[in-house]
């Protein structure tokens, strides 16, 4: 586990190792958020990138016989 350290500013280097596992470059934008005991930031991607995400899942649901 790496740790950083909150500079005067409340400014933290994210590690390389982090950035390159996730792929994230100067400007990406992070959701930044509480959660329990710890801060978690979250890449916030446009809704683009999940253009084609769901190719091949099952659309057939079975329906109540007053809507069709």
Not at 24 to 42: F, S
Not at 48 to 66: A, H, N, W
Request: proline fraction near 9%.
């Amino acid at each position: 586990m790496t740790s950083v350290r909150v500079s005067p500013k409340y400014q933290v280097v994210i590690p390389q190792a982090v950035r390159e596992a996730l792929g994230l470059e100067a400007g990406t934008r992070l959701e930044v958020m509480p959660y329990e005991n710890r801060i978690e930031m979250i890449p916030v991607r446009p809704a683009r990138s999940l253009r084609g995400s769901l190719r091949g899942i099952d659309t057939s649901v079975p329906r109540e016989r007053d809507r069709t």
